[in-house]
């Protein structure tokens, strides 16, 4: 691939790794984490039960998996632009903001795709442009250098503030388990380029692969540096109890460095707006798009609404999925409680746990694998792409990767008193809501797999999708036909045949018709066989 190709591919994947993950997170993790501590398809790899997996991620990431809690973000910082962030805020305005947000960033995504990834790449230049300007000013604040008199704000300030950070740190697991499920929160969003792979072009040699490593690397590498500096800039600017205590990290740091004045309060709430709102249109533009290939290979009821693709080229069935539970959970969030917001944001990312864990294991177990072994080598042995080092590599970062989000699950189980971590005096949801609250969804999965794959076929019912790759359309995007098809077999369709008599004879009667009893079978026989033994919709997209 030429520089120049392979320079703008790159850019735009950048683009798509960059938008998630610089949310609001970064600004609102550092004193939940500090509080705490007080210092793409499984079933291809495991393949033992077909597509247990996949219902299983279906489930969480339909149900948990929404814009949810970038929504509430910004509808909380409008309100406390307008009212300051010590203010006591209506969890029903919140709520209702964040429903009107969601709306109309759905809105905007279902009429102009175009317009609407614009508007995506401006904010985000402009999230990169703050996390730098915050990090050259935690960098200056190491001399000691501010705008105002020290005398203003007396607590200490720069380097004294990174001595002894550890001198109050706490012991209980299950505070250092919501600070890692609050660091998970402010990076979770860099796979997200692996759900729009296909509308990303591969460039002169074809290679998708190759360009999106590159890409991916240049992009994490560089989130984790401006991450890093960011947190720096906070520790060295504010007090470990300014940053538990305070209403919002960034609204002390700017008042420290700048001086106390409305000012900080107002540009502190546009920063974490801006951040919301880029975050809520990235997930909503990459989620979309994995609820559609959800509803495509039949794991919803009513598959044909779910996979429809509008004349915009957007998903338009997953849209109004992904909207409604967006909506549903905002309008579930117990916001009254002192940890509602914290659970309502932290629930998808303690639910990713379980999906890190099995696509952990199946890095690490990749060697000995059948998934992973490369046909087209003559000894068929598992070989990584990504680097020259190989398993070498592989193996350690699947290992910290595997046993890092496995300790958070357990650590997540250990009682604890919210109210204790949190600082707080307020009623609480117990510690138990989230972990059992994610079995149960997962426990959904399990059963609606059963059902779907096992139960059904037992009964008669026979459903399954085929796909045809037709062509490309103009735009160069391929096009797929998608039939999903359905079959009664006995001993469904002799119920069938049983029952539907009786419902035409009812329909009838409403009707004020009247039928023979040979008409009645004849007719119910036809509607059977033609109806459901065997026909097809088409959905192309």
Same mark, same amino acid.
């Given at each position: 691939?030429?520089?120049? *190709?392979?320079?703008?591919?790159?850019?735009?994947?950048?683009?798509?790794?960059?938008?998630?993950?610089?949310?609001?997170?970064?600004?609102?993790?550092?004193?939940?984490?500090?509080?705490?501590?007080?210092?793409?398809?499984?079933?291809?790899?495991?393949?033992?039960?077909?597509?247990?997996?996949?219902?299983?991620?279906?489930?969480?990431?339909?149900?948990?998996?929404?814009?949810?809690?970038?929504?509430?973000?910004?509808?909380?910082?409008?309100?406390?632009?307008?009212?300051?962030?010590?203010?006591?805020?209506?969890?029903?305005?919140?709520?209702?903001?964040?429903?009107?947000?969601?709306?109309?960033?759905?809105?905007?995504?279902?009429?102009?795709?175009?317009?609407?990834?614009?508007?995506?790449?401006?904010?985000?230049?402009?999230?990169?442009?703050?996390?730098?300007?915050?990090?050259?000013?935690?960098?200056?604040?190491?001399?000691?250098?501010?705008?105002?008199?020290?005398?203003?704000?007396?607590?200490?300030?720069?380097?004294?503030?990174?001595?002894?950070?550890?001198?109050?740190?706490?012991?209980?697991?299950?505070?250092?388990?919501?600070?890692?499920?609050?660091?998970?929160?402010?990076?979770?969003?860099?796979?997200?380029?692996?759900?729009?792979?296909?509308?990303?072009?591969?460039?002169?040699?074809?290679?998708?692969?190759?360009?999106?490593?590159?890409?991916?690397?240049?992009?994490?590498?560089?989130?984790?540096?401006?991450?890093?500096?960011?947190?720096?800039?906070?520790?060295?600017?504010?007090?470990?109890?300014?940053?538990?205590?305070?209403?919002?990290?960034?609204?002390?740091?700017?008042?420290?460095?700048?001086?106390?004045?409305?000012?900080?309060?107002?540009?502190?709430?546009?920063?974490?707006?801006?951040?919301?709102?880029?975050?809520?249109?990235?997930?909503?533009?990459?989620?979309?798009?994995?609820k559609q290939e959800i509803g495509r290979?039949?794991?919803?009821?009513?598959?044909?609404?779910?996979?429809?693709?509008?004349?915009?080229?957007?998903?338009?069935?997953?849209?109004?999925?992904?909207?409604?539970?967006?909506?549903?959970?905002?309008?579930?969030?117990?916001?009254?409680?002192?940890?509602?917001?914290?659970?309502?944001?932290?629930?998808?990312?303690?639910?990713?746990?379980?999906?890190?864990?099995?696509?952990?294991?199946?890095?690490?177990?990749?060697?000995?694998?059948?998934?992973?072994?490369?046909?087209?080598?003559?000894?068929?042995?598992?070989?990584?792409?990504? *680097?020259?080092?190989?398993?070498?590599?592989?193996?350690?970062?699947?290992?910290?990767?595997?046993?890092?989000?496995?300790?958070?699950?357990?650590?997540?189980?250990?009682?604890?008193?919210?109210?204790?971590?949190?600082?707080?005096?307020?009623?609480?949801?117990?510690?138990?809501?989230?972990?059992?609250?994610?079995?149960?969804?997962?426990?959904?999965?399990?059963?609606?797999?059963?059902?779907?794959?096992?139960?059904?076929?037992?009964?008669?019912?026979i459903f399954h999708v085929e796909e045809?790759?037709? *062509?490309?359309?103009?735009?160069?995007?391929?096009?797929?036909?998608?039939?999903?098809?359905?079959?009664?077999?006995?001993?469904?369709?002799?119920?069938?045949?049983?029952?539907?008599?009786?419902?035409?004879?009812?329909?009838?009667?409403?009707?004020?018709?009247?039928?023979?009893?040979?008409?009645?079978?004849?007719?119910?026989?036809?509607?059977?066989?033609?109806?459901?033994?065997?026909?097809?919709?088409?959905?192309?997209?």
């Open positions: 691939m030429s520089g120049p *190709s392979l320079l703008v591919l790159t850019r735009n994947i950048n683009w798509d790794i960059f938008k998630q993950p610089i949310g609001s997170g970064v600004y609102l993790s550092p004193a939940s984490v500090l509080a705490a501590v007080g210092s793409k398809d499984i079933d291809k790899v495991w393949t033992r039960k077909s597509r247990l997996f996949t219902y299983i991620f279906a489930s969480l990431f339909v149900v948990a998996n929404g814009s949810h809690n970038n929504a509430l973000i910004f509808a909380q910082q409008v309100l406390f632009a307008s009212s300051g962030t010590n203010s006591s805020l209506d969890p029903r305005l919140v709520k209702f903001l964040a429903i009107v947000i969601t709306t109309f960033v759905c809105q905007i995504l279902a009429f102009s795709r175009s317009a609407y990834i614009k508007i995506s790449y401006v904010i985000i230049v402009i999230k990169i442009f703050v996390l730098c300007f915050i990090a050259i000013v935690g960098l200056i604040s190491f001399t000691g250098a501010r705008r105002h008199s020290p005398d203003m704000i007396n607590t200490p300030y720069g380097l004294t503030n990174l001595h002894s950070d550890f001198s109050k740190r706490k012991a209980d697991p299950y505070s250092y388990s919501l600070a890692m499920l609050n660091i998970m929160r402010a990076y979770l969003g860099y796979e997200n380029a692996n759900f729009i792979l296909t509308e990303v072009k591969t460039g002169p040699d074809a290679d998708e692969r190759r360009t999106y490593r590159r890409a991916a690397k240049v992009a994490v590498a560089t989130l984790c540096v401006l991450y890093f500096l960011v947190n720096i800039a906070f520790f060295s600017v504010c007090t470990t109890d300014e940053i538990i205590d305070g209403s919002e990290t960034l609204v002390t740091f700017f008042e420290k460095v700048f001086g106390p004045s409305e000012g900080a309060t107002l540009a502190t709430c546009i920063i974490i707006m801006i951040s919301a709102i880029g975050a809520l249109m990235s997930l909503t533009y990459a989620n979309v798009r994995v290979i039949g794991l919803l009821p009513y598959p044909e609404f779910w996979a429809k693709t509008s004349h915009h080229r957007v998903p338009a069935g997953a849209l109004v999925l992904h909207w409604i539970f967006t909506v549903l959970f905002i309008i579930i969030a117990p916001l009254n409680l002192a940890n509602g917001f914290s659970f309502i944001t932290t629930f998808y990312s303690y639910a990713h746990t379980y999906i890190s864990i099995a696509l952990g294991s199946a890095l690490l177990c990749a060697p000995w694998l059948s998934s992973f072994r490369h046909t087209d080598r003559e000894d068929g042995r598992f070989k990584v792409q990504s *680097s020259r080092f190989g398993y070498w590599l592989l193996g350690p970062l699947a290992m910290i990767y595997t046993v890092t989000n496995a300790g958070v699950l357990v650590l997540s189980w250990f009682p604890v008193n919210e109210q204790q971590v949190l600082h707080t005096t307020l009623s609480t949801l117990p510690w138990w809501v989230e972990p059992v609250a994610v079995v149960c969804l997962i426990a959904i999965g399990v059963l609606w797999w059963y059902w779907d794959r096992i139960a059904l076929p037992k009964m008669g019912y045809d790759q037709q *062509s490309f359309d103009r735009r160069g995007a391929s096009v797929v036909q998608v039939d999903f098809c359905r079959e009664l077999q006995d001993p469904a369709l002799s119920w069938w045949r049983f029952i539907l008599p009786a419902v035409n004879k009812f329909r009838r009667l409403c009707q004020g018709e009247e039928t023979s009893t040979e008409d009645e079978q004849l007719i119910g026989i036809t509607e059977t066989n033609s109806a459901y033994n065997s026909y097809g919709e088409s959905q192309s997209r």
